[in-house]
């Protein structure tokens, strides 16, 4: 079993906490966009407040544990391995409250480059619990506005996760899926999955639009977010998320793995 001073000595040396790779300048250009209520990083947390800059700094610095001081305009960002330890904590014990429940659960990620391997040890872990993981709308086309105009995506699930991908993109080898931050893959299949009168999830798991769109729609809503997203820090706050893990999301794929096995221990989950 990973102990928790393995894992916090971890998150610091592949710098999945400590300094990160998100710099400074790129976390406050998004707290600026997300004050003035862009949807580019609103993400689907419509937000119940005005929240302006100086107000988005301090609750990341009390989320995250980035600089409180808004005079610290350059460098990198910084996130306290404390607490990402504390809200991987509370992000595997909502997984011991579902799988106890042996609720439905939907899975996705605008990550999947990175996160995919994570999410879909979750999804074995959950079913292997007894939790139908649900796989609503797929192949159901998805148009998003990208920085490149309007693009149209297919939904679609691997191992029980769901992504977008282009259309004709191949599988074998090929591309895993496309990063997205949008909110409208989640709502599509949250959509199919009423209309088609199936099981509602009991809880969400994703990142970006995935957490922030199902939160926005009463779902409970749990992912990992790095210092740039402060949407996901905000439904917290505003009681839409119901954890936010604050971790740099774009390292190795592999460099998650020790967080996996953490989360499942906890959850009671390994098998």
């Known amino acids: 079993m990973l102990t928790r001073g393995a894992l916090r000595a971890h998150l610091l040396d592949v710098r999945l906490a400590g300094v990160v790779a998100t710099s400074r300048e790129v976390s406050l250009r998004s707290y600026r966009l997300f004050a003035a209520r862009d949807p580019r990083v609103l993400i689907g947390i419509d937000p119940e407040r005005d929240w302006?800059?100086?107000?988005?700094?301090?609750?990341?610095?009390?989320?995250c544990g980035v600089s409180a001081d808004p005079r610290e305009v350059s460098g990198q960002d910084v996130i306290d391995p404390d607490r990402t330890l504390a809200a991987l904590d509370a992000f595997a014990d909502r997984l011991a409250v579902v799988a106890g429940r042996r609720a439905p659960?939907?899975?996705?990620?605008?990550?999947?480059?990175?996160?995919?391997?994570?999410?879909?040890a979750l999804a074995e872990a959950?079913?292997?619990?007894?939790?139908?993981?649900?796989?609503?709308?797929?192949?159901?086309?998805?148009d998003i506005t990208t920085?490149?105009?309007?693009?149209?995506?297919?939904?679609?699930?691997?191992?029980?996760?769901a992504l977008v991908r282009e259309p004709g993109a191949g599988r074998a080898g090929g591309e895993p899926g496309a990063h997205t931050h949008s909110p409208l893959p989640v709502r599509v299949a949250l959509a199919a999955a009423a209309e088609g009168g199936g099981p509602l999830p009991a809880l969400v798991i994703g990142d970006h639009?995935?957490?922030?769109?199902?939160?926005?729609?009463?779902?409970?809503?749990?992912?990992?977010?790095?210092?740039?997203?402060?949407?996901?820090?905000?439904?917290?706050?505003?009681g839409r998320v119901s954890v936010a893990v604050p971790l740099?999301?774009?390292?190795?794929?592999?460099?998650?793995?020790?967080l996996t096995r953490y989360v499942l221990n906890r959850a009671c989950l390994s098998r």
């Open 209 to 238: 639009g995935w957490a922030c769109g199902a939160g926005q729609l009463g779902f409970e809503a749990i992912g990992p977010a790095d210092t740039d997203d402060p949407a996901l820090f905000v439904g917290q706050a505003e």
């Open 105 to 120: 659960v939907l899975l996705g990620t605008g990550h999947p480059h990175r996160l995919l391997g994570f999410y879909v």
């Open 248 to 258: 740099d999301d774009a390292v190795r794929s592999e460099y998650y793995r020790p």
């Open 52 to 63: 302006g800059p100086r107000e988005l700094l301090g609750l990341m610095a009390e989320r």
């Open 147 to 161: 920085r490149f105009g309007l693009r149209t995506y297919n939904l679609d699930y691997v191992r029980g996760v």
């Open 126 to 142: 959950l079913s292997a619990a007894g939790c139908a993981v649900l796989t609503p709308a797929q192949g159901r086309c998805v």
